[in-house]
């Protein structure tokens, strides 16, 4: 189960990384969360506009915590890794 929750994290932390351009994480490489991966984009218009076709993809539930914002996803061990490609494959082709 251990390995199974570094890989989907790894999945996503690996797309915030080569797409740094777009998606920026809030923790640094060492003190990453293996269950809820957060990150910004560039702005709140962009977030909102991620947001939506994040839901139009099925990805739901991804807005950060209203005193922080930004995005949260939560990738609990029930989650499986194909609603993690989903989300993963949306992050690689958004255009912001």
């Known amino acids: 189960m251990a390995r199974r929750a570094q890989a989907k994290a ?12 777009v998606f920026h994480g809030h923790a640094e490489k060492g ?10 984009l560039n702005g709140p218009e962009e ?8 839901k139009a ?6 807005a950060g915590h209203r005193s922080v ?5 939560s ?6 890794m194909e609603s ?3 989300l993963a494959s949306l992050m690689e082709s958004f255009k912001p």
């Open 10 to 21: 790894a999945r996503i932390y690996d797309v915030i990384d080569r797409r740094s351009d």
């Open 31 to 40: 003190s990453r969360s293996l269950m809820n991966v957060t990150f910004t």
């Open 47 to 54: 977030e909102k506009r991620f947001l939506a076709e994040a």
């Open 57 to 62: 993809a099925g990805c739901l539930g991804l």
């Open 69 to 73: 914002g930004g995005i949260r996803a």
């Open 75 to 80: 990738i609990y061990n029930a989650l499986p």
């Open 84 to 86: 993690v490609e989903v």
